[in-house]
């Protein structure tokens, strides 16, 4: 199946579609800039299914466009039927979900190594591929392809107030050091600056890769 197949099939919402689009995008533009790395399409495909269960974990309510047209009660009840499926777990989710599509350790074990509250471990992992796949998504915020000072500033935004989100400064300071260094890890060996992945080269990208087989 492509990944546009999967998404409907999966009944992930637009914004969300978008997202794991645009990491993917991100990603490949990085994987590519990269002399002889051979992993894009299992980093790719990681990006690609990264957040296929936060449905579970999202404010449906906070950008209220991101509903239409289905609607609100469309969506809530999307989320329901999510949550009695997986659990309220949206990285356990995902990790369910790619189990369910492919036979595959390796893309799990990416796929569980994205996430803010993983990056100091991924700053010390020896692997590429996850650094790869992890700052992608920090590239990446609701609109678009972003820095990462944007990302975290963002994400400090949309959590503000949440308990189940919260994470107190000294341990915000330090993963965001951590991010820090990843991209400096990431961009260190590759031919390319973080200001060289825009939005407008991702979009292009994202276009093509909505015809991405997972197998």
């Known amino acids: 199946m492509t990944i546009q197949e999967i998404y409907k099939k999966y009944k992930i919402m637009p914004i969300l579609q978008i997202h794991q689009l645009k990491v993917a995008a991100v990603a490949k533009i990085i994987c590519d800039s990269i002399p002889n790395f051979d992993e894009t399409r299992e980093v790719v495909t990681t990006c690609l299914l990264h957040d296929m269960g936060n449905i579970i974990k999202f404010d449906l309510g906070y950008f209220p466009d991101s509903v239409e047209p289905e609607g609100l009660e469309y969506w809530e009840k999307v989320q ?55 700052y992608s998504d920090m ?11 944007e990302r975290v500033a963002d994400g400090r935004k949309r959590y503000e107030g949440r308990r189940d989100r919260a994470i107190n400064f000294d341990t915000f300071s330090v993963v965001v050091d951590a991010l820090k260094e990843v991209e400096r890890q990431v961009c260190g060996v590759s031919n390319m600056k973080p200001g060289d992945i825009t939005d407008d080269v991702a979009d292009k990208i994202a276009e093509e890769l909505k015809n991405f087989e997972i197998v």
């Open 80 to 134: 329901n039927e999510y949550i009695q499926k997986y659990g309220r777990d949206e990285h356990h989710a995902t990790q369910m979900i790619i189990a369910e599509l492919l036979n595959s350790e390796k893309i799990m074990d990416y796929a569980n190594q994205v996430g803010f509250s993983k990056l100091q471990e991924t700053k010390k992992d020896k692997s590429l591929a996850k650094k790869i796949c992890a």
């Open 139 to 149: 590239r990446v915020g609701p609109h678009g392809v972003i820095s990462i000072q």
